[in-house]
C-alpha cells in the first residue's frame, strides 16, 4: 500500500495527500488476438494508458495547487500576459533550493500553449536576464546563508 505524503508549510500548517487510484478497464477481442492480430491489443493498451493519463494529470496539477497553497509558492499574474518578467517575478517569490555545487533546482513547467507564447516572445532581453541572474543569485546567497547558520544551546 502507498502512504499518504505529508507536507508542513513554514507556518506549522500539515497537508496530507493521498494516493489516487486508478482503475483501468480494457476490452480486448481474444479472437484476432489469438490469430496474432494484435491491433485491438495496442489499441486498447493505448485507450488504457489515455484513461490513466487523465487520471493522474488531474491528480498531479490538484496536488501541486494544494501544495503551493500551503507554501507560499504561487503567483497570481493579475491579469498580465507571460512573459520573462513575469517569470522572474515568480523565481523572486518561491522558495528555491539548490544543490552542493550551487546549482538551482528549478524547473519551468507550463502547458503546451503557455509554452508556444513564451517562445514566441524570443529569448529574455539583456536587461531582463540580467534581472533573473540577480534574483537568482540573490536566492542563492540567501539559502547559502541559511545552510550555514548555526544554532547555539
Known amino acids: ?3 499518504v505524503s505529508r507536507i508542513t508549510g513554514r ?3 500539515e497537508l496530507e495527500i493521498a494516493p489516487v487510484p486508478v482503475q483501468i ?3 480486448i477481442d481474444i479472437d484476432p488476438a489469438i490469430e496474432g492480430d494484435l491491433t485491438g491489443v495496442l489499441e486498447a493498451l493505448d485507450a488504457a494508458a489515455a484513461q490513466k493519463e487523465r487520471v493522474l494529470s488531474k491528480a498531479v496539477i490538484s496536488s501541486m495547487l494544494k501544495i503551493t497553497d500551503l507554501t ?3 503567483l497570481e499574474a493579475g491579469g ?3 512573459s520573462w518578467d513575469l517569470i ?3 523565481f523572486e517569490k518561491i522558495d528555491l533550493s539548490f544543490d552542493e555545487n550551487g546549482e538551482s533546482n528549478m524547473s519551468l513547467i507550463l502547458h ?3 509554452y508556444a507564447r513564451l517562445a514566441a516572445l524570443g529569448p529574455p532581453t539583456k536587461e531582463q536576464q540580467a ?3 540577480a534574483v537568482i543569485a540573490n536566492r542563492r546567497a540567501e539559502w547559502e546563508s541559511q545552510r550555514r547558520a548555526r544554532r547555539l544551546r
Open 11 to 13: 507556518d506549522g500548517r
Open 80 to 82: 498580465r500576459p507571460l
Open 25 to 27: 478497464s480494457l476490452e
Open 72 to 74: 507560499g509558492n504561487k
Open 1 to 3: 500500500m502507498i502512504p
Open 131 to 133: 534581472r533573473h541572474d
Open 112 to 114: 503546451p500553449d503557455a
Open 88 to 90: 522572474t517575478d515568480a
